[in-house]
Structure formats: C-alpha cells, structure tokens
C-alpha cells in the first residue's frame, strides 16, 4: 500500500500546482461572458492557457489553447446558432496543416492547407458535382 501512496501524492500536488482558473475578461450588457480567458498561475506569473469567446445568445463564437503564449493545437469557431463555422490548427502561433470551413448546413466547403503560417493550397469542395 505504501509505495502506491508516494506517487499518488506527487500526482496531487503536481495536478493541484498546474490547476487552471477562470477569468471572465469581458461581459455583454445583458450580463453574459463575452471573453473567457483560462490561466495557470497567480497574479501577474499568469498565463493564459485558453480562450473562449462567446456570442451574446451564451452560444460559443470559438474556443483555442494557449502554450507560451502562442495560439497551439486545434482551435474551433461556430456560428451563432452553435453549428462548427471553421477548424483550425497551430503550431507555436503559426498556422499548420489543414484549416476547414463548413457551410452553415454543416457541409465542408473549404480547406487550407497550411505549413508553418504559409497558405499552401486550397481545395474548393463547394464546386464538386
């Protein structure tokens, strides 16, 4: 039992040393979260980890992670009434990869490739028979 309980314990304290908080940054009038800012750390050692941002209907305008300070990793938009508007991906705040965008029907209409912030090609899925 006892040589389970040293890990566990190290895993606590390192979870609760790395636990995120919630900030809202900004309110719309009607008294909604307009910007969401989520930071790991305390006072001005904060750091922004992620960011949600908000339509003023409380539905989601888009939501992307944070790693030092750079956009990171797949960030998500949706149109106002919560269907996915595009999907985009970074890499140390450079764009990478595929970037898709979607019809307000859900269909895909278009995708961007992307490598290391530069648009490499485009596909128009729109214009398919």
Known sequence: MNRYLFPLVCCLLI???????????????NGKPEVV??????GEEAVKVMEKVYYPNGKLDYVGRFENGMEQGEWNY?????????????DKGLEQG?????APDGQIYLEKYYEK?????????????
């Open 98 to 102: 595929v970037q898709i965008e979607y």
């Open 117 to 129: 912030g530069q648009l490499v090609r485009t596909v128009d899925k729109s214009k398919r028979p």
């Open 37 to 42: 800012l989520y930071l790991k750390g305390e």
């Open 15 to 29: 979870a609760t040393g790395c636990s995120t908080h919630k900030f809202v940054a900004s309110k719309y009038p």
């Open 78 to 90: 949706y149109y106002e009434d919560g269907t996915r508007k595009y999907t985009e991906n970074w």
